[in-house]
């Protein structure tokens, strides 16, 4: 290959002897078909022996099996060209689909290069080898992937468990007896490890064959070495105890037995020091080839070609050992004296007791000490013990991730009030931080401005970029035109506008700073009268911004007049004025020498704004003149007439009321020529014209002077708000220093898009869902604000309001009346460009690809703007018009048109649309097309977007017609046609693994740069926070702070905007947002096991597309797709950051059912990732402390899950044992009924189950960044809104997903949908998603609890039994309701009335051929049934299953009717009942078709069993000791077994149809589903009578949008008209 390679330049080969083999040369596509199709082939069909998922991983080669070949030197034997005939290339025998045919191995001369010579492929070809297998690695499905990935942990937890327990037991002493007792945990330590290394063989199975022999001999090594070491320790430690029973003084056993553990727990502790300490590990780093490290190497730690070298700095590794050791010290305080110290003497007395009277046929634990009972006891005590290290984790990452926020300065401006104090420190800090470095151009522009300070030249850089800012806010509706005239800020350019004055030195502020202050400053000098000139000044300066509102309106207003007056006489009148206003306050006697009473200075204000107010008018008379060309003497003579008289007026004011002192009046007015103009009325009769720049300077004074409201909340919207804080409050945080434009690193944007929404079209915004709310009626009631704002953008002018009152009629033509013969306009008709206004607008507030698009094309525009304002010949009037030519590619402004070439370069947005060429082309139908289209309006709007799609091609070759593939790059041409750029053959179909990496692995090779930003489709970008990026790409170069390896991948924070409307969106929102900032904060530092999970994040593209790609695609495994990006960086020594002074925007799912999914999918793609060689090698190669962070952060975190929920199942089975058995009476006569431990664990795993370990991160985040008080309002308000149930049913949620897919697998992706959720979702669908994860599960913790309540001795009808069971009934019915309690209008009675319709249907409908699951009740129990597969999987359903035994065996002996009898032949008694319960539904569930002829015989038969059943019950009831309590107890107890059993028979469905019980099976499964609809659905009815529950429901679900002020229940109750009928 090498040597091909050469020979592409060179004819070396031929020269020098090489037989000429060339594939390379032969044509364009030679490489493709001998190199890439051979292996594109085999991996094909391997993707189809996957069987989407359904086949197990270990029969067949996934991506990464295919890689990791190529790590081994066996991988030189495929040849080159490659030899055919090899294992790699032999394709598998079958598939698991039976109804697909079967892969027949190739062919000799198949197996031959398409490019060789015939006379090369007539030799008879070489023996084919058998199929290589998997390398390296083999996923079994299996749970000890979890141990065998992290046994440290596992035997660190069991090792410390053992010696606690052991030394609570030996009441807390340490002698020579205790400690030969705790030095158990050795035996224990080296068994575990023995169990590892046999994990290590059996696991391995599938991938010998492809497995180097070194690899194969550690295994085996070590599996030979652990057994005959746990041997030898067990031995020892055992004739240890019987030396010590032997009571000899003899200790030689004992000696023996330390001295090897000293030995061996030595060299551990050595080896572990070698291998993990940085320091030593980069010396045996060094001097990895001398032999005995070598050795110790490979023995300790498996050797990949990926995973070497990863430790950290010493620092850092300080940092998660101190963080670890914090935690463990909290863990194991608490388990010791809270759990395991308190069971010693409860453990004791039970073993003591001999004499409980069981009530049942006891088997085992009578005899043994009473051990089934110190089970129920003591198990959920461990479970809780195991579990609760996630807890500590969560407290303490809180904490510490709070101070690292405000170490970084986060939260130091949360409000506007912070921003408004803040707000003059904005210009250094943005000079600081977003400017770059030139200290030539910084020295030129102080040349130029001689009289400039350096605070105005930061403010005349910060200005354009604020404006900017403002100015996308107001194009994105969030303000209006009144806030963005206050937000915006002066460009502060220092030309005078006369040559007597100075330029304007001080800084001009946003007017909304300086709104009010110049009248509050009148108050305060009225009000503090007494006091002297230096106290008032004193005064007012407290307030900056009125310092500088007095300031300016005092400079500009002298400025303007000396202007208009630079003509005229009255200018020396002006000069003389100020003049003696400066010397007043020179000596300070302002107030002895001006009148400073609050009514003068409030006349003084009002004749300057009269003036500015008739300087304004009259401009804009003389604007439009001058445009016409129509300006003449005439009109310049009435322009000077109307100044002439307000300034007549101001003069009079001046001179009359508000000069004091005669002497200065006489002065100012004592000029002769000032006087003899005055009299002959010459006096401002020569006035200037007015300039641009004096029209901005009086425009300016008149809002400073006019301006009387308060601007303390501008901007109202509370989105442009948090907006603006972020950016100012970045402005103070640490970052890189900003690289010119011209030397920042070039990157590129890429987003993944399938076929969701780009723009709304208007058929989708006027469709009106069944309460007849449409899209646009939706959101203009969310965004009420946002809406006047885009109604106010559209139709600016008063002439407007026709066209504006046809567009609301045209979208909301029920809010007006219509003539008789008028017909309202659908949205399609109207004009275009308001059409596609409407759309945008929309669309920006959706989760759709145009609010993408537009998002990321900032980064354009600030790359635009900020290369303009680095060029030495680009003016401050060009940087601040720059703004309109961003979109215009014909613009010949020079200054932009070199800052658009140098965005161009540096930035690049790939839109992978992967099936754009489809819809384009019409295959998709018109809504494909028009999905097309709106893609293509995009490329034309944002001229560097491109597009990336797969396309399909049909070529005839050799007669057949095949079909061709190929990536193509497109973009939008000058004339606004699609262009192709790149198109790249492809060797087939590209989607053979999970669709969204393969969808990005297709195109990731168009992008280019030195970084690469992947974005997903519901994501948006700021403007504001565009501008840091260069920043951000800064930090791939600061390795000093992130250890000794630079950064590969860049966390960026994210905001989630989806939380503003309903509850459940707020919590999403909040969960979310804690875990994007705070977790990963803690994450990157101090833990050092940050990964990649999702967008924003930006990659380092060299290192990654050479290592792999930003994305696996292997199908199942690599479900959730984001983080193995995280793993393969960190095994390849990649470094992943986190960063918070830069933010995208990112949508969430906002109604339960879309909650639900996403949690569903992630929790499934946790329990495919415990099967992953990536978590298996990362759990390996971590040192101990790393490990332990990276468990908890990843699949540990949804294992504790799982624990927490297997808790309340193993408390509660252990509690109903102990009633049920006759122990609990026992017990309490014992006086053993309190247990503290056991209600401290139950205390524990509330409280996680609730979700208040969840909100702890909350809290902490809400206290960082928007103070103490609103955190605790929003935890209490949380809490008032029921976050304990979502939260405890999202906890239900992940544990039912991530464990069906560790027992079955079945894990697919879910499309959640990204819509907005305002609907009543109807009670059949609720009951079809949640059924078998949340209902079943409830109902079982129901009967449980009932049962224990009926029959448990100690807790039963006191407040004890409340205090014990409250978690678990908090918990089911949670399960139960949550769905309905957070449905909109989940308590309507007429919707309740069509919810039980609609449910009675979808339940009885037997469905037929192509029916869906939401039609058909049958079709849905069978998707239900479709994850059990696999053997293994029927047989743990089975072993699962005979749980739901345990109540009727118990309930049966506690029957009155059974009185004492203890025998087996009551148990086997309540089985005939059970199978008489069968029979007669068979026969009241006897089909009526087949028995058409007798259905007289039929209903006689089935009355006269009905009868005898009832006589039967009544004569025992009588005749018998059998009572009315025990029918029903009776029938409790079977409940759970019919359950049982069906579960059973579901698992083993084939025998069940071969036996032909199936149909009676479905019967019985239809009727349980009614019984369990029937007890969910009765409380929803009830509730439904009363109408306040619903009113009361509505301000829960919504309160985020009834706090917001908005009126959600015109949403609920429908824009129907007939809604009230």
């Given at each position: 290959m090498a040597y091909e390679i050469c020979a592409e330049g060179t004819d070396s080969l031929s020269k020098n002897g090489f037989r000429q083999k060339s594939i390379i040369l032969r044509d364009s596509d030679s490489f493709l078909d001998a190199i890439i199709k051979p292996i594109h082939e085999i991996v094909a069909a391997e993707a189809k022996v996957c069987n989407h998922g359904k086949s197990p991983h270990s029969r067949w080669r996934n991506y990464d099996d295919f890689n990791e070949y190529f790590w081994a030197p066996f991988c030189f034997e495929l040849g080159w060209p490659w030899r055919l005939n090899s294992g790699f290339f032999v394709k598998p025998k079958q598939i698991t689909n039976k109804k697909t045919s079967k892969f027949k191995s190739r062919e000799a001369q198949d197996q031959v290069p398409l490019l060789l010579d015939r006379d090369q492929r007539s030799e008879p070809s070489q023996r084919r080898e058998r199929k290589a297998g998997k390398s390296h690695f083999v996923e079994h499905r299996s749970g000890l992937h979890l141990y065998h990935s992290f046994h440290r942990l596992w035997i660190f937890l069991v090792c410390m468990l053992q010696g606690l327990a052991i030394f609570a037991f030996c009441d807390a002493k340490l002698n020579s007896v205790s400690i030969k007792y705790i030095l158990s945990v050795g035996p224990t330590f080296v068994a575990m490890k023995f169990l590892q290394s046999v994990l290590d063989v059996i696991l391995m199975i599938g991938a010998y064959r492809s497995t180097r022999a070194r690899t194969l001999s550690r295994i085996w090594l070590r599996l030979i070495w652990f057994a005959s070491l746990s041997a030898a320790i067990i031995i020892l430690f055992v004739k240890t105890i019987q030396e010590q029973d032997s009571g000899s003084n003899s200790s030689t056993w004992f000696r023996l037995y330390c001295i090897l553990l000293i030995i061996y727990g030595g060299s551990q502790l050595f080896v572990a020091l070698l291998l993990n300490m940085p320091w030593l590990r980069r010396l045996t780093e060094k001097y990895f080839n001398f032999g005995p490290l070598s050795f110790l190497n490979w023995v300790h730690q498996e050797r990949y070609y990926v995973g070497r070298g990863m430790y950290e700095s010493t620092g850092d590794y300080l940092s998660y050992i101190l963080f670890w050791l914090l935690v463990l010290a909290c863990k194991f305080s608490f388990s010791y004296f809270l759990q395991i110290n308190t069971m010693v003497k409860p453990t004791r007395a039970i073993i003591d007791i001999k004499n409980i009277d069981y009530r049942w046929r006891d088997i085992f634990s009578k005899s043994h000490h009473n051990a089934l009972t110190l089970v129920s006891l003591w198990a959920p005590v461990v479970m809780i013990y195991f579990l609760d290290l996630q807890i500590w984790y969560t407290v303490i990452s809180a904490l510490v991730g709070g101070l690292n926020g405000a170490r970084i300065g986060l939260g130091e401006i949360r409000s506007l009030h912070m921003l408004r104090t803040h707000f003059s420190s904005l210009p250094s800090a943005f000079t600081k931080r977003l400017q770059p470095n030139q200290p030539h151009q910084e020295f030129m522009a102080m040349r130029e401005s001689a009289d400039m300070r350096k605070p105005k030249l930061d403010a005349r850089r910060f200005a354009p970029i604020w404006n900017e800012v403002i100015i996308s806010l107001r194009e994105e509706d969030l303000i209006s035109n009144k806030e963005r005239d206050l937000l915006v800020m002066p460009l502060n350019i220092s030309t005078p506008l006369t040559t007597s004055s100075q330029p304007l030195t001080l800084i001009q502020w946003p007017l909304f700073l300086l709104a009010n202050k110049v009248y509050v400053a009148c108050d305060m000098a009225e009000v503090h009268k007494q006091a002297n000139q230096d106290d008032l000044c004193e005064k007012i300066g407290k307030d900056p911004y009125m310092m500088f509102a007095v300031q300016e309106a005092f400079y500009v207003l002298r400025i303007i007049l000396e202007y208009l007056l630079m003509n005229d006489q009255g200018a020396l009148w002006v000069t003389k004025v100020y003049e003696g206003l400066e010397q007043a306050m020179h000596v300070r006697q302002l107030r002895n020498k001006f009148n400073l009473r609050k009514s003068q200075l409030r006349k003084l204000l009002d004749k300057a704004a009269g003036l500015t107010t008739v300087v304004i008018r009259e401009s804009k008379k003389i604007d439009d003149l001058v445009k016409e060309g129509a300006l003449d003497d005439k009109m310049k003579k009435e322009y000077t007439e109307s100044l002439r008289k307000e300034l007549l007026d101001f003069y009079d004011v001046v001179m009359r009321d508000f000069i004091a002192d005669s002497e200065l009046r006489n002065d100012a007015e004592g000029n002769y020529e000032l006087q003899t103009a005055k009299q002959s009325g010459r006096l401002?009769?020569?006035?200037?014209?007015?300039?641009?720049?004096?029209?901005?300077?009086?425009?300016?004074?008149?809002?400073?002077?006019?301006?009387?409201?308060?601007?303390?909340?501008?901007?109202?919207?509370?989105?442009?708000?948090?907006?603006?804080?972020?950016?100012?409050?970045?402005?103070?945080?640490?970052?890189?220093?900003?690289?010119?434009?011209?030397?920042?690193?070039?990157?590129?944007?890429?987003?993944?898009?399938?076929?969701?929404?780009?723009?709304?079209?208007?058929?989708?915004?006027?469709?009106?869902?069944?309460?007849?709310?449409?899209?646009?009626?939706?959101?203009?009631?969310?965004?009420?604000?946002?809406?006047?704002?885009?109604?106010?953008?559209?139709?600016?002018?008063?002439?407007?309001?026709?066209?504006?009152?046809?567009?609301?009629?045209?979208?909301?033509?029920?809010?007006?009346?219509?003539?008789?013969?008028?017909?309202?306009?659908?949205?399609?008709?109207?004009?275009?460009?308001?059409?596609?206004?409407?759309?945008?607008?929309?669309?920006?507030?959706?989760?759709?690809?145009?609010?993408?698009v537009r998002g990321m094309m900032y980064y354009k525009r600030a790359l635009v703007l900020q290369s303009q304002q680095e060029g030495a010949t680009v003016s401050a009037e060009d940087l601040e018009q720059g703004r309109q030519y961003l979109t215009s590619a014909a613009s010949q402004v020079p200054g932009v048109l070199n800052a658009r070439a140098q965005a161009e370069l540096k930035f690049l947005y790939v839109v992978s649309a992967q099936i754009y060429g489809e819809q384009n082309q019409g295959d998709k139908g018109a809504e494909g097309r028009q999905k097309a289209a709106d893609i293509s309006y995009l490329m034309k709007t944002f001229d560097s977007l491109r597009i990336s799609y797969i396309h399909k091609a049909k070529v005839k070759t050799e007669g057949k017609e095949v079909t061709e593939y190929y990536s193509k790059l497109m973009k939008a041409d000058p004339s606004g046609n699609d262009q192709e750029i790149y198109s790249i053959k492809l060797p087939g179909e590209v989607i053979l693994g999970e669709g969204k990496p393969e969808n990005q692995n297709h195109a990731i090779i168009f992008t280019r740069g030195e970084a690469l930003q992947t974005i997903d489709m519901n994501q948006e970008h700021y403007l504001e926070e565009t501008f840091k990026m260069r920043n951000l790409l800064e930090e791939f170069n600061e390795s000093r702070r992130y250890g000794h390896r630079n950064p590969t991948i860049l966390g960026v924070r994210e905001h989630v905007f989806t939380g503003s409307v309903s509850s459940l969106a707020w919590f999403m929102s909040l969960q979310e947002r804690s875990f994007v900032t705070l977790g990963q904060r803690v994450l990157a530092n101090p833990l050092k096991v940050r990964m990649h999970y999702g967008h924003p994040d930006v990659f380092d593209r060299i290192f990654h597309i050479t290592r792999g790609g930003i994305s696996k695609a292997s199908k199942q495994i690599n479900l959730s797709e984001d983080i193995f990006a995280g793993f393969n960086s960190t095994l390849r020594l990649g470094n992943v950051t986190h960063h918070e002074y830069i933010q995208c925007g990112k949508g969430r799912d906002v109604g339960l059912n879309q909650i639900a999914a996403f949690e569903g999918k992630v929790a499934s793609g946790n329990g495919e990732q415990?099967?992953?060689?990536?978590?298996?090698?990362?759990?390996?190669?971590?040192?101990?402390?790393?490990?332990?962070?990276?468990?908890?952060?990843?699949?540990?975190?949804?294992?504790?899950?799982?624990?927490?929920?297997?808790?309340?199942?193993?408390?509660?089975?252990?509690?109903?044992?102990?009633?049920?058995?006759?122990?609990?009476?026992?017990?309490?006569?014992?006086?053993?009924?309190?247990?503290?431990?056991?209600?401290?664990?139950?205390?524990?795993?509330?409280?996680?189950?609730?979700?208040?370990?969840?909100?702890?991160?909350?809290?902490?985040?809400?206290?960082?960044?928007?103070?103490?008080?609103?955190?605790?309002?929003?935890?209490?308000?949380?809490?008032?809104?029921?976050?304990?149930?979502?939260?405890?049913?999202?906890?239900?949620?992940?544990?039912?997903y991530f464990g069906r897919t560790i027992l079955h697998g079945g894990a697919k992706y879910a499309s959640t949908g990204r819509g907005f959720v305002v609907a009543h979702i109807p009670f059949a669908e609720n009951y079809r998603m949640y059924s078998r994860s949340h209902f079943v599960k409830a109902l079982e913790i129901m009967l449980l609890l009932i049962v224990y309540l009926a029959y448990g001795a100690s807790e039963r009808t006191t407040l004890t039994y409340v205090l014990l069971t409250f978690s678990s009934w908090f918990l089911a019915i949670s399960w139960l309701w949550a769905p309905y309690i957070f449905n909109p209008s989940g308590f309507e009675w007429q919707k309740t009335v069509a919810d039980f319709d609609d449910w009675t249907n979808w339940l009885f409908h037997k469905g037929g051929i192509g029916d869906e699951g939401k039609k058909s009740w049958e079709v849905w129990w069978l998707e239900e049934q479709a994850h059990i597969q696999t053997p293994r999987g029927r047989f743990w359903e089975i072993v699962l299953s005979l749980r739901f035994f345990l109540v009727q065996y118990g309930v049966i002996y506690a029957l009155n009717v059974v009185g004492h009898d203890k025998g087996f032949r009551v148990y086997g008694f309540s089985w005939c009942v059970l199978v008489g319960i069968v029979l007669t539904f068979k026969v009241f569930s006897m089909n009526q078709k087949s028995w058409a002829n007798f259905q007289l015989f039929l209903r006689l038969f089935q009355m006269t069993v009905f009868l005898a059943i009832i006589g039967g019950v009544i004569v025992a009831v009588a005749m018998t000791a059998l009572t009315i309590g025990d029918v029903f107890a009776c029938a409790l107890s079977l409940i759970p077994t019919g359950w049982g059993l069906i579960s059973i028979a579901i698992a083993i469905r084939p025998v069940m149809k071969r036996l032909g019980l199936w149909k009676s099976i479905r019967a019985i499964a239809r009727l349980y589903e009614a019984f369990m609809g029937a007890i969910v659905f009765i409380p929803i009815a009830i509730l439904s009578w009363f109408p306040f529950v619903s009113t009361f429901q509505t301000r829960l679900v919504f309160n985020q949008a009834f706090s917001r002020g908005l009126e959600i229940s015109t949403l609920l109750a429908g824009n129907n008209p007939n809604s009230n009928m």
């Open positions: 401002f009769s020569d006035l200037a014209l007015p300039t641009e720049e004096s029209k901005a300077l009086v425009e300016r004074l008149h809002s400073i002077l006019t301006f009387k409201e308060s601007a303390l909340n501008v901007p109202e919207n509370l989105e442009a708000r948090r907006r603006l804080e972020f950016f100012s409050n970045s402005l103070f945080m640490r970052m890189p220093n900003a690289p010119s434009v011209r030397k920042m690193l070039s990157f590129s944007v890429f987003t993944p898009y399938y076929s969701e929404d780009v723009i709304y079209s208007p058929q989708q915004l006027a469709k009106e869902n069944d309460d007849g709310i449409s899209m646009m009626y939706y959101l203009r009631t969310i965004v009420p604000d946002e809406w006047n704002n885009f109604l106010e953008r559209v139709y600016p002018k008063k002439e407007d309001r026709e066209a504006k009152k046809a567009l609301l009629k045209t979208i909301f033509p029920k809010e007006f009346k219509f003539k008789e013969n008028e017909q309202p306009r659908k949205p399609e008709d109207l004009n275009e460009d308001v059409k596609l206004k409407l759309r945008l607008w929309a669309s920006y507030r959706g989760q759709t690809l145009a609010r993408t415990t099967l992953s060689r990536d978590i298996y090698r990362l759990g390996q190669l971590f040192d101990f402390f790393r490990m332990l962070s990276f468990f908890f952060t990843t699949v540990g975190y949804y294992f504790t899950t799982m624990l927490t929920v297997l808790t309340v199942y193993v408390f509660l089975y252990g509690k109903v044992y102990l009633a049920l058995s006759g122990v609990d009476q026992n017990l309490k006569d014992q006086g053993l009924s309190t247990n503290v431990a056991l209600q401290s664990a139950l205390d524990t795993q509330f409280l996680l189950q609730i979700g208040v370990f969840t909100a702890v991160p909350m809290i902490m985040n809400f206290v960082l960044e928007e103070g103490i008080l609103k955190a605790i309002i929003s935890f209490l308000t949380m809490q008032l809104q029921l976050s304990s149930v979502f939260f405890t049913f999202s906890l239900g949620t992940r544990t039912h």
